[in-house]
């Protein structure tokens, strides 16, 4: 049995302790946010957080979070109240097919915690893949995540 928390909720799950964290969200808690692209840390769709750090459910153990803290796209918002990033995404009009999105979210507020205003350069070490090709959107979204924090 592994115990720890999803958005803020303690949960407990019967799991191998080799499943990856991934399958134990979606299969056995039903939390679909953070999406299966490619299962081996590469193209970053199921990004989500882990003690407020960036993480790759696709290639975590089960057997990692064992007392810790997961958040994903589902857990960003407060409430009703978008998160800066969640909003950027809206106003900007980031998504195309939407696949990817939940996993570049996750990517952007991580950034923002780190960096207050971040720079090109910072922008484009996000490693998160995007088929459709918004990536000019997505940085748009990210500098107005930015300046909707620093207005907060």
Known sequence: MHEFT????????????D???????R????????KY???IGVCHACTSHLDG?????????????EGRDVTTI????????????????LDEDV???????????MAAA??????AEPTDEDIDRIENVCRCGTYFRIRRAIARAAELRATE
């Open 6 to 17: 999803v958005n803020g909720r303690p949960v407990a799950v019967d799991a191998p302790d």
């Open 19 to 25: 499943l990856s964290l991934l399958w134990v969200l």
């Open 27 to 34: 299969d056995k808690l039903g939390v679909r946010g953070p």
């Open 37 to 39: 692209g490619c299962g």
């Open 53 to 65: 750090e960036e993480v790759l459910p696709c290639i975590t153990p089960v057997s990692d979070v």
């Open 74 to 89: 589902e857990g960003l918002a407060d409430g009703d109240t978008l998160h800066p990033v969640q909003q950027a995404w």
């Open 95 to 105: 998504a195309q097919c939407g696949y990817c999105q939940p996993g570049q979210i």
């Open 110 to 115: 991580a950034l923002l915690e780190r960096t």
